[in-house]
């Protein structure tokens, strides 16, 4: 069955440039998107089909996905975005699969 | 306004039977996918299953397959999640989520609902 990775934690500073990978074999052939999960909530669509935004959701949030690696970019990380974070491929026979999740800490 | 409302928590024994449920409002819930994803205390989301309730088509995780059952009653516009025997790994929050996009390539959840705590302790 199909797989996507995530590394467990990454941290960023206020006002910098956050990076969260997935990798998948051939991730690129497939769409990925990124939901976002803050403590007690549940999870919230930010990037769908590799870099589409939903509406409400701030530009700073982008994402790309190429190769074997999906990213999800946020531009000038604000305190409020710290939060588990997850990506989620489509595969033709598996359907949905969820990578493991990454924790984003801003300090 | 899409809107997910799922019933409230639970609490039940080892063994016991439950059903839980997601109804959905603000759009036609006969042509979308609902999806069910558990997420056990303190870990990450996993998919259970997927249900058209127009035809009630199902397709489960094979990790879920044969543990769970997804079901829908489309008159009142609402999925179901349903286990006969439960057991106490089944503690955990479990959501229900819109499917937008089902295709060969593409699927992703757009709206979520609230979520069901379910605790199955003696």
């Known amino acids: 069955s199909y797989e996507v990775t995530q590394p467990p934690s990454v941290s960023v500073s206020p006002g910098q440039t956050a990076s969260i990978t997935c990798s998948g074999d051939k991730l690129g052939d497939k769409y990925a998107c990124w939901y976002q999960q803050k403590p007690g909530q549940s999870p919230v669509l930010v990037i769908y089909?590799?870099?589409k935004r939903p509406s409400g959701i701030p530009e700073r949030f982008s994402g790309s996905n190429s190769g074997n690696t999906a990213t999800l970019t946020i531009s000038g990380t604000q305190a409020r975005d710290e939060a588990d974070y997850y990506c989620?491929?489509?595969?033709?026979?598996?359907?949905?699969?969820f990578g493991g999740g990454t924790k984003l800490t801003v300090l | 306004e899409v809107q997910l409302v799922q019933s409230g928590a639970e609490v039940k024994k080892p063994g016991e039977s439950l059903k839980i449920s997601c109804k959905g409002s603000?759009?036609?819930?006969?042509?979308?996918?609902i999806g069910w994803v558990r997420q056990m205390p303190g870990k990450g989301l996993e998919w259970m299953g997927i249900?058209?309730?127009?035809?009630?088509?199902?397709r489960y995780s094979p990790s879920f397959e044969g543990q769970v059952t997804i079901s829908a009653d489309k008159s009142i516009n609402t999925a179901y999640l349903q286990w006969s025997s439960l057991k106490a790994p089944d503690t955990a929050m479990y959501y229900c989520?819109?499917?937008?996009?089902?295709?060969?390539?593409?699927?992703?959840?757009?709206?979520w609902g609230q979520g069901n705590l379910v605790t199955v302790s003696s």
């Open positions: 989620q491929a489509w595969d033709s026979s598996t359907h949905v699969v």
């Open positions: 603000g759009y036609s819930f006969t042509t979308y996918w």
């Open positions: 989520a819109r499917l937008k996009e089902f295709s060969s390539s593409s699927g992703f959840f757009d709206y």
């Open positions: 249900i058209y309730p127009g035809d009630s088509t199902t």
């Open positions: 089909q590799d870099s």
